[in-house]
């Protein structure tokens, strides 16, 4: 796998990862980090952390912010797993967006969440794992606290009955 390495340094430094040609993923929405939101193309934001949104759609200015909070280190309920997927899918649609997903640290929840997107699009879980991790050098993506073989295949027959064909192919090309 090649990495774009200045690129990737960058990203680290300002912890704004790009994944694919139109998901991001890392730490808090705040203030602070918005010039590198901005630097990043960002259009949209989905907050899956449980301290609810500090930006707002006037801040970016973003197309849309919201909130999904999932409880760090515990299993995500399924309706809030459909829920963020169906939030995630609606705004990776939109034709030119980039959406950053984060939680507090970036850490846990934010990757899970990108990673059973990316799972819910096709993609083997190990393969979706390698690819959130090669670009998030912190990220744990499929964190086993958080999710369980159950959840996995409710997101993939979730994802062959609402998710595919994408309607955006390239929204998930890796960077």
Known sequence: MDVDLPAFKDNVRRRVYPITRALLLGPF?????????????????????EAPNILTPANGPFQEVA???ITDLERIPDEL?????????????????????HCLAGWNRSPTVLWLY??????????????????????????ARLVDAQLVRLVQQHGL???????????????
């Open 29 to 49: 929405a705040s203030p602070e980090r918005r010039p590198a939101l901005l630097a990043a193309g960002v259009t949209h934001v989905l907050n899956v952390g």
């Open 118 to 143: 990316l799972v819910a699009c096709g993609l083997e879980p190990s393969a979706a794992k390698e690819a959130v991790t090669a670009r998030a050098w912190d990220a744990i993506p499929g964190h």
């Open 81 to 101: 797993a459909l829920q963020c997927l169906s939030t995630l899918h609606r705004m990776a649609c939109v034709p030119g967006s980039r959406v950053y997903v």
């Open 67 to 69: 909130w999904h909070p």
């Open 161 to 175: 009955h609402k998710l595919l064909p994408h309607p955006r192919p390239e929204a998930l090309e890796f960077v």
